[in-house]
Structure formats: C-alpha cells, structure tokens
C-alpha cells in the first residue's frame, strides 16, 4: 500500500504547479484532484491453445494493460512461461491437459488465463464406418476401433440407444454394442479429446435370418464334449448326469437324439426331434424338448450339421420376427 500511495505522490506534485498556474483566482477547496487513466488489463482470448515442444510456443496473448508486466504458471508441468530474447512472455506447452498463467502488469493488476496443451490438430480414428451383422435379436461387441492420434482425456456418445460406446479414456480403444432389430438402422458415434476435438463413426446395424453366425458353428463342431443348449441356457442336472445319458433312437419315423435322463422318480431331457433319415445339411420341420420338473415343446426348424462316426452336431431354431428374435438350440453328442 505503502507503494501505491508513493506513486500517487509523485503523480500529484508533478501536476500541482500547473494546477496551482491555472487556477490562482479558485478557492483552494475547489481545486479538481487529478486522476491517473490506466487501461484495464485484458487478453485476446479466454483461452490460449498451445501445441507441445518448444518450436510451438506462443506469445503471452495480452491485448492491453498497465505494462511492466509479470507472469508465472500454476501448472508448470503442463504449461510454462519463459522470456524470449525479445523480452516478451511466452507459454510452452509439455503434457497434454489444462493451465492456468497469472498475469500482473504496473497497475497492480492481476488476471488469470486459461491454457489448452494438444499433441495434435486432428483427432484420428482408425474407423470412419463400422457395420455390425447380427443373428436377429442377439448383440454382438466390438473391439475393432480405436484412436489413433488424439489428445488424450477421449469421451464418447452415441445418438442411437440402441448402439451402446465406451471408450478408455487414456488408451482410446472403443467399445461398441449393439442388438439388431428386423429393420436396418444406424447410429453415429462421436468421440471427443481433452482438447475439444471430435471425430465420428457411422456404425450400422442389421440382422441375419441364419441361427448361428459361421464362428459359432465352427465352435460346436470342433467340440470334443457333450453339449445341449436352449437360448443360452441348459439343465443345471446335465453335466453330472450327461456322460451315461445320451440318446439317439428312431420310434414310428421320428428320430430323438440328444440328452435323457430316465428313473422311476423323474425325467431329464434336451432333445431335437426330426424325420428318420434327414440328410446333413438339409432344413426340416423339428422340434426342441425339454423337460425338468415340466415338459416344454418347441416347434421350428432343425438342421443336422454332422451326423457321422465322430460326432452329432444338430441345431434348432424358430425366427420370430414380429418379437424380433429367433429362438435357437442345440445338440452335440461326442459318439
């Protein structure tokens, strides 16, 4: 305070004989105190940009002011300010992420600027489009995309509910999800950076009529077990019971394979039923059995995808479309 009131001093006793000249005749209590105008300090943006490495720094953005400015950093590991040997401040960006750099000037006053360190001027995906193809009603999950050169700090949002995006905020590997319906749609993901980049990705979605996708079927026919399944589930009693239990037997031209449990207290059972002599590879008219503490019945279509001295592998399925969904099952009997 002491040094504001030193300035003010000085300022009055350099004016008071001009003062004094010029108003000989006033009242000495009417004499106008004088004022000293100094401009408000101010920036030229509320927020400073600043690329990483000492080639991209940028010159202290102060549009006017007290002069005699001072400036220091309150994140000095993100951004900095040095002196150039001009003698003007500038900001040097080194780790990607928000700063902040007070300013004084001669005025004693204080104000506080915002900076944005980047690594880069362009958010980069490595997908612009990515199409899902799903069995109707199923979803299905990608780890495909991701950035490629970003900023760090990544968000990311998808305008169809329908299609479900995360994204590992560090890293930038995505996740997408989504579920087909039995009509096409899309949705276009947005993936933002610390710095306020954004990039897009149009993803659609449709749907197969076929029960299993080729990598499900291969699975089932590369097993070297039992198996039995119905909509994702199967009989908690099948692993302890099934090793004695498996079936395939032809009654008045219909063959059952597939899993049975008898005893004189209760029946276990997962079965496909089919003509006697349906040929591999060739769709007919079926059913799925299933049956625990009550029998469930399914009817819909079943195909035998091997049938020889290995293994059975046989599929049952039903497309719904007003549901949406095909219900799906199977049976895998190692011979």
Not at 87 to 113: C, H, M, P, T, W
Request: some cysteine; glycine content about 6%; charged content about 20%.
């Amino acid at each position: 305070m002491k040094f504001k009131y030193h300035i003010l001093s000085v300022a009055l006793a350099a004016l008071l004989p001009t003062t004094f000249a010029s108003c000989s005749d006033d009242n000495e209590d009417d004499a106008p105190v004088p004022v000293v105008d100094t401009e408000e300090l101010t920036f030229s943006t509320d927020l400073q940009k600043v690329k990483i490495g000492a080639e991209n720094k940028v010159l202290l953005p102060i549009e006017k002011g007290a002069g005699n400015y001072q400036a220091f950093s309150l994140n000095p590991e993100i951004a900095d300010v040095t002196v150039g040997d001009d003698g003007n401040y500038y900001i040097e960006g080194f780790q990607n992420g928000f700063a902040y750099v007070v300013v004084s000037d001669a005025a004693n006053a204080y104000k506080r600027l915002a900076v944005s360190v980047y690594t880069t001027d362009q958010l980069q995906l490595s997908h612009d489009a990515y199409s899902f193809v799903t069995v109707l009603g199923k979803s299905a999950t990608s780890k495909e995309c991701a950035v490629v050169l970003g900023n760090g700090g990544y968000s990311i949002d998808s305008d169809n509910a329908k299609v479900k995006a995360t994204i590992d905020r560090e890293t930038g590997e995505i996740t997408l999800t989504a579920t087909s319906g039995k009509d096409e749609y899309a949705a276009v993901v947005t993936v933002s950076d610390i710095s306020g980049l954004s990039a897009t990705i149009n993803v659609s979605v449709k749907a197969t009529l076929d029960p299993y996708t080729q990598s499900e079927i291969d699975q089932l026919m590369a097993s070297e077990k039992n198996l039995i399944d119905y909509n994702g589930t199967h009989s908690s009693y099948f692993e302890y019971y099934q090793p004695q239990t498996m079936v395939n037997r032809t009654e008045n031209g219909i063959t059952t394979t597939g899993w049975e449990r008898v005893s004189p207290y209760y029946t276990y059972k997962h079965v496909l039923t089919y003509p006697e002599g349906t040929a591999v590879g060739v769709e007919v008219d079926g059913s799925l059995i299933k049956q625990q503490y009550s029998t469930e019945t399914y009817t819909g279509k079943v195909k035998i995808l091997a049938d020889d001295d290995k293994h059975f592998v046989g599929i049952f399925y039903k497309v719904d479309l007003e549901a949406e969904r095909i219900d799906r099952g199977y049976v895998v009997m190692i011979k």
